[in-house]
């Protein structure tokens, strides 16, 4: 990693400050306020009741953890997959990875590459920052949750486990960078970065939908292994099950194999 590549990075993460410091306080306030939620029901014996209303057709989609779900860890845990967090944060996963094509667009790249620098480190700068994102938003979250936990858990609740954290941290993670691998290999060849960012969220929404059809209805169970989401199964972590390394290669791999094709299709675009 060169002094330039790093250099281009600081300027990316620089731009986006605002952004970036004010999603990260929204989710380590949220964590915090679920951790206070947590204990206002906990203090109320309120999730036995909770519970028994839960729909059947939810048990059926959260699987066996539905029950560990409307627990103390259950509702700490709720924004390490809550869709508007999940969503928010592929969200910024995609704006981020389709800067390459923005900068073609605007002919940024032209003033980029007028210096001494190789194609290759303009995607690892944005690598470079989608990493530092997500490990700062991460970051974030599970201050928020040990801080909460910290100083106003109530007597005699459950200890969240620290792995239970880190595991959590670490599913989200993984699904975060599955999608920002494929939002960087489209953005390497787009023609504009609305087109690349458009293409990723809606393949993004439709797996979303693909994989909750596929949890619900049995004939849609097949097809829903094609969706990132599918290996995003963080329930199973809060009913006590160990880490799915397994899950957490499908998407590391699909990672890998689309920021491969975006170097490969940088490098070769005609700018």
Known sequence: MSRRTLVLAVHSIVRLRGVLIAVAASLGVFQ?????????????????GLSALMPDFVRTVAGPSALAFMSFTGI????????????????????IATEP????????????????????????????VIAFTGVAMLASMMAGTWSGLACCAPPGAEALPF???????????????????????????????ASAGAIAGVAAFAS???????????PARPISVVSPFHYFEPMPLIAGQPFNARNAIVLAAISVAAVTAAYIAFNRRDI
């Not at 700490?76 to 704006?95: D, E, N, Q, R, W």
């Not at 979303?208 to 049995?218: K, Q, S, T, V």
Request: glycine share 4%; hydrophobic share 55%; proline share 2%.
């Open 32 to 48: 915090f306020l679920l951790t206070q939620v947590a204990g206002y029901l906990s203090r109320q014996s309120a999730f036995a």
């Open 101 to 128: 094509a923005a900068e073609v667009e605007t002919r940024f790249v032209d003033l980029t590459l007028a210096r001494p620098l190789r194609r290759v480190e303009v995607i690892s700068r944005t690598l470079i």
């Open 76 to 95: 700490v845990s709720l924004g390490y997959f809550h869709p508007i967090v999940l969503s928010t944060l592929v969200g910024l996963m995609i704006a």
């Open 163 to 193: 792995t239970l954290t880190l595991s959590l941290a670490a599913t989200l993670a993984a699904v975060l960078a599955c999608w920002a691998g494929i939002a960087l290999a489209l953005a390497t060849i787009a023609r504009r970065r």
């Open 208 to 218: 979303y939908l693909l994989d909750y059809l596929g949890r619900a209805w049995d």
